[in-house]
């Protein structure tokens, strides 16, 4: 536990501190309007929430105990009670699976963060969630009917959708893919895929 109260303990409260000096640097330059500070205070400010919520929502018992499956299971019964939303998840992976702590935890916050953003964004009070098994690789798929978005590549995401872009970015490191398929009006398809590596 010591390194989860380090991270709580420095991290998140030196990122604290720097969202709140660019803040006074804003106001005493009178740059409260200027597009790229506002920007750069946001994506500080989404840096900060994802520490927190490694450190208080994910519960390593859960993902240790219950594998992947029961704890998306978990999370989406979570979702539903504390933001009144349907969350319908469906587990299509017969035999439980023997994965390694980081992909675990990295599937894990990828589907949290496309919750946050459905709560946030998307305007939408359902959605689906499925995970399955194929040749080799885990697939979780996401859709709901939100406002949607402009469908476009990845990068584009980091001002955005800083969200969607740090999942890409975690889902990169472990040779797996992210793709997103939505248009405004239309609601959102997103795909996690992430090969099973011993």
Do not use: C
Request: aromatic letters at 8%.
């Amino acid at each position: 536990m010591g390194s989860i109260a380090d991270l709580h303990d420095t991290v998140s409260q030196t990122v604290a501190w720097g969202v709140s000096s660019l803040s006074n640097i804003m106001d005493e330059k009178g740059l409260q309007q200027d597009e790229d500070f506002i920007e750069l205070k946001e994506t500080f400010q989404q840096a900060l929430e994802e520490i927190r919520s490694l450190t208080f929502q994910i519960n390593p018992l859960i993902l240790q105990f219950m594998g992947i499956e029961g704890a998306l299971k978990e999370l989406s019964a979570e979702i539903n009670y504390k933001h009144g939303v349907q969350i319908n998840f469906s587990n299509k992976i017969k035999n439980p699976l023997t994965i390694n702590d980081t992909l675990k935890t990295v599937l894990y916050r990828s589907v949290r963060e496309l919750f946050m953003n459905m709560i946030k964004h998307s305007e939408s009070k359902s959605a689906e969630l499925s995970i399955l098994l194929e040749n080799e690789s885990i697939i979780i798929n996401y859709r709901d009917a939100g406002v949607g978005f402009s469908n476009t590549t990845i990068e584009t995401y980091q001002r955005s959708h800083f969200g969607l872009f740090s999942i890409n970015e975690r889902i990169k490191i472990l040779n797996g893919q992210f793709i997103i398929d939505s248009n405004p009006g239309a609601g959102a398809n997103i795909k996690i895929i992430v090969p099973i590596v011993e």
